[in-house]
């Protein structure tokens, strides 16, 4: 089932308060048993939903470098390869890239590792403009958004009803569509790309 009911949408909230929480515990919530909640997560992971179980701390606590937004205008071919080279670096917690080709990352890092960044680690000619700002304050605070909630077609962007479709790719990646033509299409699109990649 690839459609979401507001069970799910519970248990996401539940999860988003306290990620922590047990299982029995949302089970008594949402008035389910506790495996079934389990089965519940499982598929909202196998969804691409809930990515990951993390912790947020406060690094500046465990050591002596600062909180810092780095902003970084990059030529657009190269966004992709800069953001990859971000997150591949300790300190950095978080990196967006906008569709302006802008790359915008927070970490946690000491002058000289902010030096060193932009010397040594970084496609310095991808580069056409930084700065790189002191964070004052910062707060997480995700949430649902209200409203129409479903999971969207990765093809043509409808919510996929019922079942839906899901199709895997040979490197493993996992698609979710709202119909046949739609599966079709994914499998097409990664055919021409393995195509490509190969000549």
């Excluded at 205008?73 to 080709?101: M, N, P, Y």
């Amino acid at each position: 089932m690839s459609e979401l009911d507001s069970t799910d949408i519970e248990i996401l909230q539940l999860l988003l308060e306290d990620a922590r929480r047990p299982y029995r515990e949302i089970a008594d919530v949402v008035n389910l048993s506790p495996p079934s909640v389990s089965n519940r997560v499982e598929r909202l992971q196998d969804l691409g939903i809930v990515r990951r179980f993390t912790v947020e701390m406060d690094q500046t606590q465990l050591s002596r470098a600062d909180e810092l937004l780095l902003v970084l205008d990059v030529q657009a071919s190269k966004a992709a390869d800069i953001r990859s080279q971000l997150v591949a670096i300790a300190g950095v917690e978080h990196v967006f890239q906008t569709v302006e080709s802008r790359i915008i990352a927070k970490v946690i890092l000491d002058t000289s590792e902010v030096h060193e960044l932009f010397t040594d680690t970084l496609d310095e000619a991808a580069i056409e403009d930084y700065e790189v700002e002191s964070v004052l304050h910062s707060s997480w605070q995700p949430a649902l958004r209200s409203g129409d909630i479903g999971i969207q077609c990765s093809i043509c962007g409808n919510q996929i009803s019922g079942d839906g479709e899901t199709v895997e790719v040979d490197s493993g990646d996992m698609y979710h569509v709202c119909c046949s033509s739609c599966a079709e299409e994914i499998v097409e699109q990664y055919e021409s790309l393995q195509e490509a990649a190969n000549e």
